[in-house]
C-alpha cells in the first residue's frame, strides 16, 4: 500500500507520463517509451511531486497544474 511502481510504455500522443492509482493504494507511473532517459527523469518528477503534494485526492486536474506550476512546485 502507497508504494511506487514505475513503468516505460507506450503512449499515445504527446503524453509523456501518466499517473494512475490501484485498488491496492499503490501509485503505478507510467512514463513513455519514447522519451529519452532524461526527459524520462523529469517526468518521474514531476509524477512524484504530485504523489507528495496529494494531487491525487484532488478532481480537478487543471487546477492541479496551474497551481503546481503557478506556485513553482513542478
Do not use: P, W
Not at 20 to 27: E, I
Request: aromatic letters at 6%.
Amino acid at each position: 500500500m502507497n508504494e511506487i511502481y514505475v513503468r516505460r510504455v507506450k503512449l499515445k500522443g504527446k503524453v509523456t507520463e501518466l499517473v494512475a492509482l490501484d485498488a491496492n493504494g499503490d501509485y503505478n507511473i507510467y512514463i513513455s517509451e519514447a522519451v529519452d532517459d532524461v526527459r524520462a527523469m523529469k517526468a518521474y518528477q514531476h509524477a512524484c511531486k504530485h504523489i507528495q503534494h496529494g494531487d491525487f485526492e484532488k478532481l480537478d486536474v487543471q487546477a492541479i497544474e496551474k497551481d503546481a506550476h503557478k506556485e513553482g512546485i513542478i
